[in-house]
């Protein structure tokens, strides 16, 4: 790290002198990945990695050449000995380290997915912008930002095509500001729409179904009871109609209370009819069935009346008949 304030322009030294900064960007160039030139090796996504590095730090070219060595290992670092002398400037430099270390199979399969990727119905602008950008560098290092444009635009859903090309972006980075806008507009209006239908639609409900009260239970108004209504004890004769009660909403379920008893026979209530003392049931007079016989007997020196059993159910002979 110290190496690289030393080359770096006085006024750019100035920027990064406070310690903070100065540890932040050793810590960054000390993890910046290697490129070793191994089957394994994707060079395009190292190149990213690498040059990002060197975009925080703020890099020129000819310090990102200086230090691009530490970062090569193997069969790269041999490629790089043997070819630094002709390689002038970074541009050049990814643009060849990727066409001697990208086998042809990687590239054309970058390729591929760059024309075929279509944004998803449910990928956002910023997840659909670095897929794009990803697999622009990976096909081409180097691809001018025109290209990068013209890949951005053609593969953009069509939701948001017409707005973003109303508005010609020229850049990438335009495009990516006013698609992310577009976007923003889109999901705001489909909130709203959303709210204004449930506005329309909850009142409907609340009509259609029957309110419920506040401890959510449902309480409707008494039924009048089948019985007259009451009179109370110290009315007068002159019967008046009671309309029925109807209880107000409570917090609590309410329970009826019970009609008290009425007499049919003379109006009161306290009392039923079979118990009035002023209408008091006729006694029903059982009289002996005139088929059945009774006769004079002695038991015991004592005389008796005692019931003849003949047996039959009805019988001719009646008590007259013997006297």
Known sequence: MDQIAIQMPEQQHNHFATPVILSVLAKAMKEAPKFSGTNHDDVEHWLFEIAETFDIIDLNSSQRLQLIPLYLDGEAKNWWRLNKDSIHSWPEFM???????RGSDQHSLSFHKLNNHKQRSDESVIEYYNMMIKLCNQTDPNMADTSKLNYLQMDLKQSLQNDVFRRHPSTA?????VAQEEESLQTIVRTYAALT??????PLKSKAEPEASISSVQCSPQKPSARPAPYHQNSSATKSYNPPHYSQLTNRTHTPKKASPRCFGCGKVGHFVHTCIQHPPKRACYRTSPSLIYIGVFVNGKRIR????TGATHSFITQGTLG
Do not use: K, P
């Open 197 to 202: 239908a449930s506005v329309f639609i909850d």
């Open 95 to 101: 643009s060849t380290i990727a066409n001697v270390f």
């Open 173 to 177: 980075a335009q495009f990516f500001q």
């Open 306 to 309: 005692a019931l003849v059993d």
